[in-house]
């Protein structure tokens, strides 16, 4: 086996290696798009990709594919100064059984590759089944940073019962959610999350965003005052490419008052929006989140399925 940049005629095959890897992750989560289950869409993809970045190969003795890595050069990665390079969870793949091997041989290479372009993030999606790969990247020194889950758009199963109220919010209720969402974007520069610091979105800019069909928020509410919500988006989709279609609707945003949890507000919230899509004929709920934010990991994992797995690491001599 060896490794060589990549050359497009491989296209059919890397789309191939990609495609089965896939089916396995929707056998494990039926609910989940089947869109580039197609290898001419994975091919689409790849080429797109490979136009913007040089990307590697492993190739056998015999002229058979092996694995194929590219990425993308991703400036202020994060909300931070650091640039990054990025393989999405379709910009990779390896033969089964032999992962490890191809995998840090690929690595190997990209990596030059990377620090040339002065990436001082090296960061990864994975799809969630396969744990052979992530046993490569941890040993290669990446941990897990973000996760994209999916459900079916089904009410939740165990009954919800809430003494606050829930309904879906209105364009009066801008004001409300803007204010929210700053006490939101405050949680995450906390202990122990640690993100880079980010401004929630103002009242203006939630009337457009209510106003586009398929796009909701959904709010908890003691008497007359909201003490939490439940964003969702069903346009733009800044997630793991796998769970986009349009019969699944994302949830981008959530935030219940620290007094108020415990309370099932927000399973109160996600049962009723569930319940409101699952009537508009959406098929599948999408929502991620960082690992390492105790609250959302602990809420989602109960009622979602994870499909993917983003892994970052931080070399200590880059760039």
């Not at 091919?43 to 990307?55: C, D, E, H, V």
């Not at 204010?179 to 880079?196: G, K, T, V």
């Not at 929630?200 to 106003?211: E, I, N």
């Amino acid at each position: 086996m060896k490794i060589y940049p990549f050359d497009p005629k491989y296209l059919p095959q890397a789309a191939e290696l990609f495609v089965q890897n896939l089916a396995v992750q929707r056998g494990a989560a039926p609910s989940l798009s089947d869109r580039l289950e197609h290898p001419h869409r994975a091919a689409t993809k790849l080429a797109q990709l490979f136009q913007r970045s040089p990307g590697v190969m492993a190739v056998e003795d015999d002229g058979r594919l092996a694995g194929y890595m590219g990425w993308f050069i991703v400036d202020h990665f994060r909300g931070t100064h650091r640039r990054a390079a990025y393989v999405p969870e379709w910009g990779h793949a390896a033969l089964a059984g032999r992962r490890p091997d191809i995998y840090r041989a690929l690595y190997r290479t990209a990596a030059e590759q990377w620090r040339a372009a002065g990436c001082d993030v090296h960061a990864i999606t994975l799809l969630a089944h396969d744990q052979a790969a992530q046993q490569v990247w941890f040993w290669n020194g990446f941990g897990l940073l973000v996760v994209d889950a999916v459900r079916p758009m089904q009410p939740l199963a165990t009954p919800v019962h809430t003494d606050l109220a829930v309904r879906a919010a209105t364009l009066d209720d801008a004001a409300h959610l803007a204010a929210l969402d700053a006490e939101h974007c405050q949680h995450y520069a906390r202990s122990p999350i640690f993100m880079a610091p980010r401004a929630g979105d103002s009242a203006d800019q939630f009337v457009p965003f209510l106003s586009r069909p398929k796009n909701s928020v959904w709010l908890a509410l003691d008497g007359e005052q909201p003490v939490g919500f439940l964003r969702f988006e069903g346009y733009d989709f800044d997630c793991a490419a796998i769970v986009q279609s349009d019969q699944t609707i994302r949830i981008n945003g959530a935030f219940v008052r620290p007094a108020y949890r415990g309370r099932r507000a927000a399973a109160a919230l996600l049962d009723a929006a569930l319940r409101h899509y699952a009537g508009r004929g959406f098929t599948c709920c999408a929502v991620d989140f960082e690992s390492f934010n105790p609250e959302a990991a602990v809420f989602w994992m109960r009622y979602f399925e994870p499909v993917a797995f983003s892994l970052t690491r931080v070399p200590e001599t880059c760039p």
